[in-house]
């Protein structure tokens, strides 16, 4: 059985360990940079990126999950998450770790009031359209060489990429009854997708 660690430090890391259990998958709480061992992915969750990015910098998590994913660990951001994992944001802050080749936008679609829920096909998950949850979303900008497009908005705009074993969502999987996007970064922890 795969062991996916989810970041606990700030944001909604309950919800993708109650998606990851429903789907047989061991999922610890990580707190401390040393519980990064022994696990085999890692899920960064939505929350408030800036308060997230501080608490990773306060605990020491910032070069040891820069170093396990230039040693092929496979980590998912998802909404907040995407903003940790970027390159480049075209905001000022946070500072993201810099591990995807992407340029993300905080807060892309406006306030709390604008966020919205909307059907997407998404490439390596089968069956209907998967519907996805924005929350103060963020959206990405560009996307270098290595990064695969897993899904687009209407208007061309990437909201799902994948670079190797590293993947990010704009949306909440995690607050919706479908596990087929938990069940895929599971697959892709095997080595398997």
């Not at 605990?59 to 170093?67: H, V």
């Not at 995407?82 to 993201?96: E, F, G, Q, Y």
């Not at 209907?128 to 963020?138: D, L, M, S, T």
């Amino acid at each position: 059985m795969s062991r996916i660690g989810v970041l606990a430090i700030q944001g909604d890391f309950l919800e993708h360990r109650q998606v990851l259990e429903r789907i047989g998958t061991e999922a610890p709480e990580v707190r401390k940079p040393k519980q990064l061992d022994g696990i085999d992915g890692l899920i960064i969750p939505g929350g408030e990126s800036t308060t997230i990015v501080q608490l990773m910098d306060i605990y020491g998590f910032r070069e040891a999950i820069r170093e396990k994913a230039h040693s092929g660990m496979p980590i998912w951001g998802t909404c907040a998450g995407m903003i940790v994992l970027a390159n480049k944001l075209t905001d000022h802050r946070p500072d993201p770790i810099k591990v995807m080749d992407i340029e993300v936008s905080r807060n892309a679609f406006g306030r709390q009031v604008d966020s919205f829920e909307i059907d997407l096909d998404i490439k390596g998950i089968e069956g209907p359209r998967f519907h996805a949850v924005f929350i103060r979303a963020p959206v990405v900008n560009k996307i270098g060489k290595a990064v695969k497009v897993l899904a687009l908005l209407e208007d061309g705009r990437p909201v799902a990429v994948r670079q190797g074993k590293l993947l990010a969502t704009a949306f909440h999987p995690e607050l919706t009854n479908d596990a087929r996007f938990h069940e895929l970064f599971v697959r892709v922890a095997k080595g398997s997708a």
